[in-house]
């Protein structure tokens, strides 16, 4: 059976993973919206638009942190 100090190291481990990939895809999700907001900058109607891809990117982060969470 594992001991305290080794429960506790692999449970500093999934802590450090997750926030590794948690910033991950952070920066990834921020750079698409970047990206976004420049293509849209110039389109008419970019602010439904807008408010419709950001909607959808939060779903997608939420999504994307449940299957990390429930598939760890």
């Known amino acids: 059976m594992a001991s305290v100090e080794q ?10 993973a997750t926030e590794a990939w948690a910033d991950r895809r952070t920066r990834e ?7 976004a907001k420049k293509i849209l900058k110039g389109r008419t109607g970019s602010e439904r638009l807008a ?3 950001s909607q ?3 779903e997608l982060v939420v999504n994307e942190i449940d299957d990390f969470l429930l598939t760890s």
């Open 7 to 16: 429960r506790n190291a692999r449970l500093d481990a999934v802590v450090h």
């Open 29 to 35: 999700f921020e750079d698409r919206v970047a990206s």
């Open 51 to 53: 408010a419709a891809s």
């Open 56 to 58: 959808a990117a939060a």
